[in-house]
């Protein structure tokens, strides 16, 4: 069956980076394009961004623009996203989600479960 | 980018009964609406797409209707596990957005 495994929580300090994994498996990788959205406590979800695990291509929401970067890795079906100069607002579950067809269409399904990130000093 | 809106925030609720809930778009998004239930602790499921398409395994007592600016997700006879919280979803334009979201509780 298809399915998204997520690294472990991640606590770090104010300035620092963070990078969360995303393993796919059960379909075929390269297909699909995956996308990562996050959930702050108590909040709801907030659209981060899109990768394309094929060519590698990615296009971020504004507010991201400068501080996320998403790469994959053909060879594990990874995809990964990487936030830098966290501040105490990013603390949130991130999610990664794949696309539910094949073509960005926007709707997602299914999502990996969860990864959270806490920034403290 | 556009806003989507909930309603109610919550929603109180008795097994059996049906529940509608509602979201707003702040420009028409076409039928490219798509809904998720949340339960604590985990991650969003997929419910409807297409404004009205149920996603595989989701049961018939849940429906999606609405296009434009204005919809629906209607829950016929709401059982125990579909005590949760919606999320409504545009994909018709970039960046994707999503409602704030309702909580259908335990009346």
């Known amino acids: 069956q298809v399915q998204l495994v997520q690294s472990g929580a991640e606590v770090k300090k104010p300035g620092a980076s963070v990078k969360v994994s995303c393993k796919a498996s059960?379909?075929?990788?390269?297909?699909?394009?995956m996308h990562w959205v996050r959930q702050a406590p108590g909040q709801g979800l907030e659209w981060m961004g899109i990768?394309?695990?094929?060519?590698?291509?990615?296009s971020y929401a504004q507010k991201f623009q400068g501080r996320v970067t998403m790469t994959r890795d053909t060879s594990t079906s990874t995809v990964y996203m990487e936030l830098s100069s966290l501040r105490s607002e990013d603390t949130a579950v991130y999610y990664c989600?794949?696309?539910?067809?094949?073509?960005?269409?926007?709707?997602?399904?299914?999502w990996g479960q969860g990864t959270l990130v806490t920034v403290s000093s | 980018e556009i806003v989507m809106t909930q309603s109610p925030a919550t929603l109180s609720v008795s097994p059996g009964e049906r529940a509608t809930l509602s979201c707003r778009a702040s420009?028409?998004?076409?039928?490219?609406l798509a809904w998720y239930q949340q339960k604590p602790g985990q991650a969003p499921r997929l419910l409807i797409y297409?404004?009205?398409t149920r996603a595989t395994g989701i049961p018939a007592r849940f429906s999606g209707s609405g296009s434009g600016t204005e919809f629906t997700l209607t829950i016929s006879s709401l059982q125990s596990e579909d005590f949760a919280v919606y999320y409504c979803?545009?994909?018709?334009?970039?960046?994707?957005?999503f409602g704030q979201g309702t909580k259908v509780e335990i009346k």
């Open positions: 990768i394309n695990p094929s060519g590698g291509s990615t």
């Open positions: 989600a794949r696309d539910a067809v094949e073509y960005p269409a926007g709707w997602f399904d299914p």
């Open positions: 979803q545009q994909y018709n334009n970039w960046p994707k957005t």
């Open positions: 420009q028409s998004v076409s039928s490219n």
């Open positions: 059960g379909y075929t990788f390269t297909s699909y394009y």
């Open positions: 297409g404004a009205s």
